[in-house]
């Protein structure tokens, strides 16, 4: 079984620039989250979805931060502009059903220097 | 911000010896998971332990449990230098199907 495909796995771009990560899951999970992680920190959640909802983006910079999961399959999240407190790594997680149980299948991450 | 702490920050042990990592967290949750991350790659999950339980093993690790003083500890035995990795704790409180994570613990199992 493949796992959470995540693209690209590097970025480098100057600042004001605008960047976007595409995010594939496990085929059959229905939740998928876009989560950033700085450098010696935790995960923190940006979005996560149910099929194509956006069911939790309370912690998502709306201002620049968008993200979409048409088809409720795969998704992207983009930046515009970014700035140079956006470099990170961001990792996409999936989980197969809604529940409070639920394990997370991550990717290996998309690691964002902006320059 | 982030709901679990995690103690200690660093740890260096020799294989063969057993690691030890805590984790703390604020409010109150339904269940709480162990993930590692090994160096620039993703997370992968370890084991669960629901609210109602006290403590679960799953191969070398054992996890337990403590919903009054809201911690939780993941023990790993006889390490190995495959170990070395960050492991970080994520809690979940009922109702939010949502993962707040934990600072992490980076172990390092020496040869």
């Known amino acids: 079984e493949a796992g959470v495909v995540q693209s690209p796995r590097y970025k480098i771009i100057e600042k004001k620039q605008p960047v976007a990560f595409w995010c594939n899951p496990i085929?059959?999970?229905?939740?998928l989250y876009w989560y950033l992680q700085n450098l010696g920190q935790g995960p923190e959640l940006l979005i996560r979805y149910e099929n194509e909802e956006a069911v939790d983006d309370s912690q998502l910079p709306k201002d620049r931060f968008s993200a979409e999961r048409l088809k409720g399959v795969d998704s992207t999240l983009k930046i515009q502009p970014a700035e140079l407190g956006d470099s990170a790594v961001y990792l996409c997680?999936?989980?197969?059903?809604?529940?409070?149980?639920?394990?997370?299948?991550f990717g290996p991450g998309t690691r964002l220097t902006v320059l | 911000s982030q709901q679990g702490e995690e103690d200690p920050q660093a740890l260096s042990i020799q294989e063969g010896e057993n690691a030890t990592m805590n984790c703390s967290y604020k409010t109150s949750i339904n269940n709480l998971q162990w993930y590692r991350q090994n160096s620039g790659r993703g997370l992968v999950h370890l084991i669960l332990?629901?609210?109602?339980?006290r403590e679960k093993h799953s191969g070398r690790l054992r996890v337990t449990l403590d919903t009054s003083k809201k911690s939780s500890s993941l023990l790993i035995t006889a390490s190995r230098a495959a170990d070395t990795a960050s492991y970080f704790c994520?809690?979940?409180?009922?109702?939010?199907?949502?993962?707040?994570f934990g600072t992490g613990t980076r172990l390092k199992v020496l040869a």
């Open positions: 997680a999936s989980s197969p059903f809604r529940g409070d149980y639920n394990e997370q299948f």
């Open positions: 994520a809690c979940g409180t009922s109702g939010t199907y949502k993962y707040i």
């Open positions: 332990i629901r609210s109602n339980e």
């Open positions: 085929s059959g999970h229905n939740t």
